[in-house]
């Protein structure tokens, strides 16, 4: 099969959990990495290497310990400013999920009445919800792009989408449920035209596909360690340094500050500004040494892997009498997400069924309800690949669907 | 796993043909309660007659087999009964479900619901099984004038 | 001596890092726990196993590996209740440390002109920052407990502090840099009176002492992972139902919803309703092992051996010319945070020093600048002990305080 | 860990009895840093001459041995010379600090400022050895009437 990693058996070995059986001995397989990836055992190992050998505070701490976690802590933002290609590395401000890092922005991002925020109908609740909260705290409306039949942003009413008074355009870079690739660099260029500033949400992005902040032209990005075969507690907000410094700070507490008196406080630059208390230390290190772990790879490989992996699902599924799938049917146009409908058996009872030959999928609205709203339906199953995942796992799932059908007695 | 243990013929069998589907008048009280993980939803009206006794129970709701054939048993088990009887059914419908799978349910209490005995064993299809019942308690004390 | 863990050399066998040697290799001498505490063995396999044999996602995963995720993360909380003696479960939030934990209660607690909010001068910045902030935003004003030439709480002007108005009573258990364990009760009883809700900070009490919040009857109390021997990436706010209902949202976004539309979104019950996103899974599973780790040590038991711990530095600091300690010098007024000066030598060329002897202290203002303001002081020096920790460690202590002392030439 | 390497004699030295400490006048700029970790400040003053000789830095510096240290070697290095000579000592200081121990340090620049060398092996008294540096480099472009 074209496109498919060609060491596929070997990177398999590095994630232990894939050796895992599962409903009496069945062989585990695991279509549920949009939800969270598998760690290797690289993020492993480094992780509990600092949990036994250098745990300490950071940056307050001056001793051997202290010197060493701190190094071990700042050398994951290098890594995680390498990934991204940001021009700074103190552009890169860690948090707890994607989820936060998108709240940190819209929390502190100052709004007022008459403004508009813009963002889309497939957005994931992660990306909606915040925006909701801000027009509501300042006065500001929010609007969105809808979505086309085939799962596409409906771009033919952007001229009066983004017009003057749009002060933020929010938006998936991939979308979650219906798999589709955003033209996020051409919003973006849009959206820059009337003067709005540009938040991206990366979560399904970064894992799958190479992200360069400086070649996207947004102004935030924000993606989340855990599906990037990292630990959970651990998110990225990346944000040019001039967007990062007019925002006033988010959280306070400690090692955010400059100076603290009983009457007032003053803050550290950027990324300090942002990183009030103990900021998730062994995450970080975890959450390093998986995106060294994905470069290694290299994300065009993992991209092409996941293409070549989604146009055997789409096929396979295109197999499967009474199966409809929701977004693009071109695998090209979209990533390994790929979530559908199977006619006369609720998606709960799909993922029972498969769960019962081994076979983990997502079923419920993956967080994005009005998206599924838009299609008319409450919710689907949900197939989701990553680099692990092998052809032959797509079979099973395949039949698995029969098996469920024939179950369930539907034909 | 034992899936047959899960989709017992009954539950199957209500799934396939709820009983007092549908939403009818006249009612008291109408709730619409939602499972936030998957979207299921049920709405859900109460009609008591004045001597407490739950008079109807119809509903419409959209969801997985187990949540359709847990609100088909419940209308069947408290139609026609004195909300107080209806709500230690509703009791004892709860514990069975909270059990993990350990607890014994009285066939003479929950009658057709003692199918969903294998439910308590999937943690993560409790949810699907209570969302209706979860309604009509509420529902029911609404229709009572209690604060729900 | 008396109130010494009997079991501690078995205790430190639990902790990998206490075998491991630093400068030239001098054995670790880790006094600065205070900071971050290590963690042991138990701690670290549970995040282990979960990472290579159970990941997954919570809540929204029907599969085996989602199932057996969620009841590990679920059974922390479960766990964390019962440390804490909740009445319910659903009233532990994780949050990703103690800041957000405060900041999290001072973003959303309802303020407006006119309302006040007291703390007190020996509060850590993550707990006087938040509430500078909620009272600028809100025009509330901001007041405070001043602090005894030894280091304890002032009540003295309690009747003039606690009036009608003040919404807000925020304050430390015990003080991470004077050691100071505070009258919470009894301030949570007089903060009451007057309406007032009360949060505290146990970030150091919950270390150290049986933190049981209804005998403390406080409203919030909150505490961070990585001090009670978890890892970093979570903390706790533990809050009454009715205190937890009437605060809205913080962060919005995947799990904290009811149902979401475009239009608008509702929101789930507690305590899903404060945990948007993805929340801090692997790391629940290490601050449920943790936080049993410690109760089956018994929290007693610490405290007593911390008391003897403490009340040994306080006698061996008193034997050495030119220190002086700040904060109570009777060991069992105090938890094992002990700061101090050392005439004639900064703080930071004091743990320099140290740590070229393989020990591990603090030097700075411990994030607690105005504490060190009250006391004329710009930085100390801190050693902080735990469960681990041994009198041979504070003789270790001792006599690099006198050697830094003749490194400096001062007598 | 070599203990000496970071206490040259040369830094206790300027330690104990530290150049052009206090605050004098007159002054084009005055700065306040803080090293947030730790508390250590330094007040700051450069008075420039018309022709852009630095004619006079002064400071008051409350901090560990390294930082005042520092200050004094600072002072020396850059008090009669051309802003743009001292500006370049600052340079040379900076990379020599954020070094991690491998630059050379080249003395006819530096002079005392060599003694520094050790300090780039401790990345927590890096930032103590910069504090008094970035302090003039900040006073000194506010006295120049560049924005800093
Ligand atoms: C008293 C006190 N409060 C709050 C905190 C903040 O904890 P964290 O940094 O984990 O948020 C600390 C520790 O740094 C502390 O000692
Ligand atoms: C597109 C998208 N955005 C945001 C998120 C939120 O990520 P997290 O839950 O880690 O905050 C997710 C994943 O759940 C996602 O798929």
Redesign the interface.
């Known amino acids: 099969m074209d496109g498919l990693l060609s060491d596929l058996e070997v990177i398999r070995k590095d994630f232990p959990i894939l050796g895992r059986t599962v409903a009496n001995d069945l062989p585990l397989v695991y279509l549920d990495s949009a939800n969270t990836s598998q760690k290797p055992q690289v993020v492993i190992d480094a992780m509990v290497d600092h949990l036994e050998n250098h745990n300490a505070n950071i940056a307050r701490a001056m001793h051997t310990l202290g010197a060493e976690s701190t190094e071990a802590f700042e050398a994951a933002r290098d890594k995680v400013a390498a990934f991204l290609n940001a021009p700074s590395r103190d552009e890169v401000i860690f948090t707890k999920n994607a989820t936060e890092a998108l709240n940190l922005v819209a929390r502190t991002f100052p709004l007022g009445p008459g403004d508009r925020v813009v963002i889309t109908e497939m957005e994931h609740h992660s990306n909606i919800v915040p925006w909701q909260l801000a027009c509501e705290r300042s006065g500001a409306s929010l609007s969105w792009f809808g979505l086309t039949d085939d799962g596409q942003l409906d771009l033919s009413n952007i001229d009066s989408l983004l017009v003057p008074g749009v002060k933020v355009v929010a938006l998936t870079w991939v979308s979650n449920m219906l798999g589709t690739i955003n033209p996020v660099a051409e919003i973006a260029r849009r959206a820059h035209e009337i003067g709005a500033v540009v938040v991206l949400d990366a979560s399904q992005a970064a894992p799958q596909l190479p992200v360069d902040v400086q070649a996207v032209g947004a102004d935030f990005v924000a993606f989340t360690g855990h599906k990037v075969v990292g630990p959970t507690g651990i998110g990225v907000l990346w944000g040019r340094t001039e967007a990062l410094d007019a925002l006033p700070p988010f959280l306070g507490g400690g090692e955010m500050i400059a100076t603290v008196s009983m009457e007032k406080s003053t803050w550290a630059p950027i990324p300090h500004k942002f990183e009030a208390g103990t900021p998730p230390i062994v995450e970080a290190v975890g959450l390093g040494a998986a995106v060294e772990y994905l470069s290694h790879v290299g994300l065009d490989r993992i991209h092409a892997h996941e293409q070549a992996i989604t146009r055997y699902l789409l096929d396979g599924l295109a197999s499967v009498g009474g199966v409809s799938v929701l977004g693009p049917l071109d695998a090209s146009l979209r990533g390994g997400a790929v979530s559908f409908e199977l006619a006369g058996v609720h998606p709960h009872d799909v993922a029972q069924l498969l769960d019962s030959r081994g076979i983990a999928v997502r079923a419920g609205h993956h967080c994005a309800k009005p998206a599924h709203k838009r299609f008319g339906v409450q919710s689907t199953t949900r197939a989701s690949s990553y680099l692990y995942t092998t052809p032959a796992e797509i079979d099973a799932l395949i039949d698995g669907l029969e098996y469920t059908k024939s179950y369930f007695k539907v034909s | ?1 034992d ?1 047959d243990a ?2 017992q013929e009954i539950i ?1 069998d209500h799934y396939r043909s709820p009983h007092h589907a549908g939403l009818r008048e006249p009612f008291e009280s109408e709730v619409h309660h ?1 499972n ?6 049920v709405t859900l009206r109460v009609h008591l007659a004045a001597d407490g006794t739950v008079e109807d129970v119809s509903y419409a709701a ?6 359709q054939a847990s609100a088909s048993v419940m209308t069947d088990l408290v139609i026609g009964r004195p909300l107080d009887a209806a709500l230690e059914t509703h009791a004892a419908f709860l514990e069975l479900m909270q059990g993990k799978g350990q607890v014994v349910p009285d066939e003479d209490v929950l009658e057709d619901g003692i199918a969903f005995a294998g439910v308590a064993k ?4 409790v949810k ?1 099984a209570l969302l209706s019942w979860m309604a009509f308690k509420d529902a029911a004390l609404q229709a009572q004038g209690e604060p729900s």
Chains 1, 3 share one sequence.
């Open positions: 796993m899936l899960l989709y199957l939602v936030p993980t998957c979207g299921d939803e959209e969801g997985c087999s187990i949540s999937f943690p993560a299809r699907c």
